[in-house]
């Protein structure tokens, strides 16, 4: 290319058209090497599991990286950082306690909550105590 166009004087288009060539192959650039931004992306999920891309890019550029927030979007997409992560939730230890035994016969409460509809449709709950 450079050759034709320094011998000839012609455009780039010219000569890419003469040598059956894509002009956007002549443009073309590798990407870069996405590793850094992978890593960066994977330490700020460890640190802050609960956060989202927002957040990531907010502490990323405060840090004085100047990515593209397309470019950490796509890495962040390809890394599948923007599935929902569902927490766990650990319930509280229990002790575990027997049943107490009624002193006389017929003396345990019990409730239960019990609902109906009305005739015209509304409905209702009753919290119940025999």
């Known amino acids: 290319m450079e050759y034709l166009q320094k ?6 288009g ?3 058209r ?3 060539l894509h002009r956007s192959m002549w443009y073309y650039e590798s990407q870069r090497d996405d590793g850094e931004v992978i890593d960066k992306l994977n330490e700020l999920s460890e640190k802050y599991p609960t956060r989202g891309f927002d957040e990531y890019y907010g502490r990323i550029r ?3 990286l100047k990515w593209n927030r397309k470019r950490v979007l796509r890495v962040y997409r390809l890394m599948n950082l923007n599935l929902r992560r569902k927490r766990i939730r650990r319930l509280p230890a229990r002790e575990k306690g027997s049943l107490s035994r009624p002193q006389e016969i017929n003396n345990t409460w019990s409730m ?3 609902s109906d509809s ?3 449709g509304r409905k209702f709950r009753v919290l119940k105590r025999a």
């Open 7 to 12: 011998t000839y004087c012609i455009s780039i």
């Open 14 to 16: 010219r000569a890419c």
């Open 18 to 20: 003469i040598t059956d």
């Open 62 to 64: 405060n840090e004085g």
């Open 112 to 114: 239960d909550f019990m």
């Open 118 to 120: 009305l005739v015209f």
